[in-house]
Structure formats: C-alpha cells, structure tokens
C-alpha cells in the first residue's frame, strides 16, 4: 500500500457534517470584530518610517490576505506576522480609512 492510498483511508474514516466545511475563505468576521491600532514607529528601522496595525487575532493567512489588499490599495512594500501588519511609509490616515472601509474597528492609540 503506497501512501495515496493510506491518505485515501485516512479521508474516508474523517467524520463528514458541519466539522469539515470548506475553510478555503478566510473568516475575516472574527477578524473585524477586534479593535485595531494604527501607529507610526521609527524605532529600530534606521530613520525609516513605518506604519504598523496592531490587535488582529486571526490566522497569518487570513492576516497575509488583509495585508496584501491594503498594500496592494497603497502601492507599497510590507509584511505580516504575529498578529501586526507593517505598511513600509508613514500611511497612518489611509491605512485607518482603508481598514473601516472594509468594516474592520479602528481605536485610537499614542503617536
């Protein structure tokens, strides 16, 4: 028995019903229920600005598909990880506009 075949058992005794729904799409639902912040550091980036948005709980994956759209939307560089997203410039109100636009919760915290 090759391991296609193992793989095949495998799936066949997985338990079907509500458990195992698609998850393809990211739920960005619980995503928008928390209260992000958007700040502006320098620190530890050579004088270069950055604007980093704080507070998701979500997966990286659903994190990597919300920063993508917003550098996409701002033609820039950045990443995602750990629950922050860091939008390469100083982009704080677009980025704060951008984000409740999509219905996501924007506090207001220092800088």
């Known amino acids: 028995m090759d391991w296609k075949d193992m793989l095949g058992q ?5 338990p079907s019903g509500p458990e195992t729904q698609d998850n393809s799409q990211p739920d960005t639902d619980t995503a928008k229920r928390d209260v992000l912040h ?13 604007t980093i948005v704080e ?11 919300v920063a993508g759209n917003l550098k ?3 033609g820039v560089g950045g990443s995602s990880r750990g ?9 704080k ?19």
């Open 10 to 14: 495998l799936r066949e005794n997985l």
């Open 38 to 50: 958007v700040v502006i550091e320098k620190k530890g980036r050579k004088g270069k600005t950055a």
């Open 55 to 65: 507070g998701f709980t979500c997966s990286d994956d659903e994190l990597a598909v």
């Open 72 to 74: 996409k939307k701002l």
């Open 83 to 91: 629950g922050e997203i860091l939008i390469q410039g100083d982009f």
């Open 93 to 111: 109100e677009r980025v704060t506009e951008l984000l409740r636009a999509e219905g996501y919760r924007v506090g207001k915290k220092g800088n």
